[in-house]
T-cell receptor, first 112, second 113 residues
């Protein structure tokens, strides 16, 4: 299995631009998680899906962030408009249960 | 407010040393505590602990949970440079319809040759 796939791996954009991060979970995994990691705040859960349905989005910072999972093999996290404070590494993870989550390689986002 | 605190924040040791990493928590609806290792990229799962006093072991790594005192430790014996990483602990939060992991900020371990 290729593991969790994320794209792009690096993204540099200007403030105000729209950013879309993509994730392909491991086939057969029912759960998909989006995390953000920064030095200051560590690894924070943004939102997670179970069977393509959003279960908990309480970690989504504000309305500028949105996530979708149109099918079992694809999810997106969109930031519009982006701001410098959104700069972070964004991880997607998938799992059969909540426990043993398999993380993707992450997308390093820099907003200038 | 639920919180997970890891200590120390960072640690530098020499190969062959034994290290102990700490994770204390104050949480509601506690179910399990997990340890992850994060090298240059993504976190990878190490252990899940649910019961007090039962040690989980994998090679040179071991971990134990104390649900009375609300902490867990991760021990690494005979450290190697490949153990250099950020070690994250997380608790499984269960509240109604939501069921998720809440991570601590991690301990950065550097093992010098």
């Amino acid at each position: 299995d290729a593991g969790v796939i994320q794209s792009p791996r690096h993204e540099v954009t200007e403030m105000g631009q729209e950013v879309t991060l993509r994730c392909k979970p491991i086939s057969g995994h029912d759960y998909l998680f989006w995390y953000r990691q920064t030095m200051m705040r560590g690894l924070e859960l943004l939102i997670y899906f179970n069977n393509n349905v959003p279960i908990d989005d309480s970690g989504m910072p504000e309305d500028r962030f949105s996530a979708k999972m149109p099918n079992a093999s694809f999810s997106t996290l969109k930031i519009q408009p982006s701001e410098p404070r959104d700069s972070a590494v964004y991880f997607c993870a998938s799992s059969l249960t909540v426990y043993e989550q398999y993380f993707g390689p992450g997308t390093r986002l820099t907003v200038t | 407010e639920d919180k997970v605190v890891q200590s120390p924040l960072s640690l530098v040791v020499h190969e062959g040393d034994t290290v102990t990493l700490n994770c204390s928590y104050e949480v509601t609806n506690f179910r399990s505590l997990l340890w992850y290792k994060q090298e240059k990229k993504a976190p990878t799962f190490l252990f899940m602990l649910t019961s007090s006093g039962i040690e989980k072991k994998s090679g040179r790594l071991s971990s134990i949970l104390d649900k009375k005192e609300l902490f867990s430790i991760l021990n690494i014996t005979a450290t190697q440079t490949g153990d250099s990483a950020v070690y994250l602990c997380a608790y499984k939060y269960y509240g109604g319809a939501t069921n998720k992991l809440i991570f601590g900020t991690g301990t950065l371990l550097a093992v010098q040759p």
